[in-house]
């Protein structure tokens, strides 16, 4: 029996790598552009491999593929795809979480430089006609004397901290999971969350959505912040309560802000955040670069050529 592989939507110009991976192994090919569940159901009945970019791959999908299948996701994270009904079906799940560890960390050391250098007040300032850069950048700490928290510390906070380095920040870091020998050995030091909150100049986020970090930066806790203290999120928009931070930087509770993700993309029209002073939007964009994208399409060509074999994902989900 010929084994399938179904693209259930994707946002690149071309599939060739993923076509060319499938077609290697004599595996039928089809690609589609789905949303729901259940129309993807249909498009994905019988499929031994399925790759997902933004789709909901649910229950219907779960039961739909061949039993053992893999699915794939295009990307760094898998909220997407629901893990349990996954488990029970018997599906093997892989991701792509390293595609782009470089873009998201320039990206996220670009967005704190703008914020700590008050970039976006400054620039307003000029287009205004108003030529007092102390009355606009107040207060401004040397790097020497700034530290810098990381909420998480996986392999995107870990690339912020080697790129940062040369700067003279001191470093703090967040992290449950790593121990006081890992983290003095970055050349950062490991504090408790309480600690993050009350002592960093500027907090970069990069954890990942879990039961225990969602809605973490809420008010009660934006407020033990120091009032110049700032937050760059590229990891999660479900790691901040979106109305709090508006209402934060409204009130001057904390310095400034930073995001590239949000609870729900794109931003909404109304959201608070679009009016919030001292904030810097971006559209989920720190993963990208061109070469990002070849990337990402490489890799989940390979996990389509590896799945074909009966191997597991190169990067599996532990479901």
Not at 111 to 129: E, F, H, P, T
Not at 232 to 244: M, P, T, Y
Request: charged residues 20%; proline residues 4%.
């Amino acid at each position: 029996m010929t084994l399938s592989v179904v693209i259930s939507d994707y946002t690149f110009p071309d599939l060739v790598q993923e076509k060319a991976a499938a077609e290697a192994k004599g595996a039928s090919f089809a690609a589609h552009q789905s949303k729901s569940d259940a129309e993807l159901a249909k498009l994905v009945n019988g499929a031994d491999v399925v790759a997902v970019q933004f789709a909901t791959f649910g229950p219907l999908c779960c039961a739909a593929v061949t039993p053992g299948a893999t699915v794939i996701r295009y990307g760094v994270g898998y909220d997407n795809i629901d893990l349990k009904a996954a488990k029970q079906a018997g599906l093997k799940i892989g991701y792509v979480p390293d595609y782009c560890t470089d873009e998201v960390a320039e990206h996220c050391c670009a967005a704190a430089m703008a914020l700590l250098r008050k970039l976006v007040k400054l620039d307003a300032s000029v287009r205004s006609g108003d030529w007092l850069a102390v009355k606009h950048a107040k207060p401004i700490k040397p790097f020497a004397q700034t530290t810098f928290g990381f909420f998480g510390m996986g392999q995107i906070g870990q690339a912020i901290l080697t790129r940062l380095k040369g700067f003279g920040f001191s470093f703090i870091v967040a992290d449950p999971g790593l121990s006081d020998k890992q983290v003095t050995e970055m050349g950062a030091t490991l504090v408790d969350e309480a600690t993050l909150l009350t002592s960093a100049d500027i907090i970069s986020l990069n954890a990942p959505a879990t039961a225990r970090t969602t809605n973490f930066f809420n008010a009660a806790r934006l407020a033990q912040m120091q009032p110049h203290a700032m937050i760059v999120n590229s990891a999660r928009g479900q790691l901040i309560v979106e109305n709090d931070i508006a209402l934060a930087l409204e009130k001057g509770l904390i310095g400034g802000a930073a995001l590239d993700v949000f609870h729900a993309e794109p931003l909404s029209m109304s959201s608070r955040l679009r009016e919030a002073p001292n904030l810097l939007l971006t559209p989920h964009a720190a993963w990208y670069s061109e070469a990002a994208i070849n990337r990402l399409q490489g890799l989940v060509a390979q996990d389509i050529t590896r799945a074909l074999i009966g191997d597991t994902p190169r990067k599996p989900v532990r479901i």
